[in-house]
């Protein structure tokens, strides 16, 4: 079992930047690939960043590809998420996931793909 806790949303300007922080707890999370997901008001959920279990593979939304960069660090449970550059278009809570041990190194873009969640954090950017 993992619990997932987000921190460092806030509001900034356009411009701006942001690291998002998840805390896992948990025997498994440093075997766990990671998803950085983000919903804005009447909008589907929506992928946004994804990262291996160690690291060596990472995969970017087009959208945030160029201003956001995903990352973890196993030894402190935490997986980050650095957003530079940020645009209104940003504005949304913003969640990360954690998939069971998956063997063979990859990253995963679907939401159906990540078994634990956590509540998510807002992140509000004015114009």
């Known amino acids: 079992q993992v619990q997932l806790v987000e921190s460092g949303g806030g509001l900034v300007q356009a411009g701006d930047s942001l690291r998002l922080s998840c805390a896992a707890s948990g025997r498994t999370f440093s075997s766990s690939p990671v998803g950085w997901f983000r919903q804005a008001p009447g909008k589907e959920r929506e992928f946004v960043a994804a990262i291996s279990w160690g690291g060596g593979a990472r995969y970017y939304a087009d959208s945030v590809k160029g201003r956001f960069t995903v990352s973890r660090d196993n030894a402190k449970n935490t997986a980050y998420l650095q957003m530079n550059s940020l645009i209104p278009e940003d504005t949304a809570v913003y969640s990360c996931?954690?998939?069971?041990?998956?063997?063979?190194?990859?990253?995963?873009?679907?939401?159906?793909?990540?078994?634990?969640w956590g509540q998510g954090t807002q992140v509000t950017v004015s114009s």
């Open positions: 996931a954690a998939r069971k041990y998956s063997p063979g190194g990859r990253y995963y873009t679907e939401r159906g793909d990540y078994d634990y």
